[in-house]
């Protein structure tokens, strides 16, 4: 099963809080997962990747959180701000093939 | 350096006819990726090309053709356009081929088919 399932669809956060992006994944031969986030009229830009040996990684203020038994990953933003409104994908792939990306979440930031 | 490139930025066709859209990598990378966003949908794989060699297919019909030239530019080709292939096609380019190797998007082309 080569699907990537992300919730929410879209999300609404204060300025200040934390907002969190959930993806689910089947195939446990992906070892790749890379977060992408897009702005209207822009192609997607790589945010903060991952891999399976690792639980947490944190750039900055985005965090993704690995895991790996329940075959699910999501991303943090901390101390959201209103230029973090955009859509964010998840996405995973297997060495030496392509991405797979989820349906993606629009998030906006209330000022 | 300049990231990708890509042309046209937005283009409108009428159902049956063929479009051309091209990208330019950025500069050093080997690697080009086709992929096609339909409104409100993650990127969908079409294409891969290293080293002017398709690598990689995704899941689309014949109509769907690319190449790669000896600059590492590539262009996507769609024949026989139908209402459906409307998207947002989107060109990404990276060093190697692997698919963990961080691929930089374009802009894309908006295609509209009526």
Redesign the interface.
């Known amino acids: 099963q080569q699907q990537v399932k ?1 919730s929410p669809q879209s999300l609404i956060v204060q300025k200040g809080g934390i907002s969190i992006i959930n993806c689910a994944y089947e195939n446990t031969a992906f ?2 997962f890379p977060w ?1 986030q897009q702005f209207p ?6 945010l903060i ?1 991952i ?1 399976p040996d690792v639980s947490e990684k944190k750039e900055g203020r985005f965090t993704i959180s690995f895991n790996k038994s329940a075959k699910q990953f999501s991303l943090h933003i901390m101390d959201s701000q209103p230029g973090d409104s955009a859509t964010y ?1 998840c ?1 995973a ?12 979440t629009r998030l906006h930031i209330l000022p | 350096d300049a990231g990708v490139t890509q042309s046209p930025t937005h283009l409108i066709k009428t159902r049956g006819q063929h479009v051309t859209l091209r990208c330019s990598p950025i500069s050093g990378h080997k690697s080009v990726s086709w992929y096609q966003q339909v409104l409100g949908q993650g990127p969908q794989f079409i294409f891969q090309y290293y080293e002017k060699e398709e690598r990689g297919r995704g899941n689309f019909p014949d109509r769907f053709s690319a190449r790669q030239f000896p600059n590492y530019s590539s262009e996507l080709n769609v024949n026989a356009l139908l209402l459906g292939d409307s998207a947002l096609y989107l060109c990404a380019s990276s060093k190697r081929m692997t698919g963990t190797d961080t691929q930089y998007f374009g802009p894309g082309t908006r295609l509209t088919v009526l």
């Open positions: 992300q070892d790749y992408y009229g822009k192609g997607p830009a790589l990747a891999r994908f996405a792939s297997i060495r030496d093939d392509k991405i797979i990306f989820g349906k993606g």
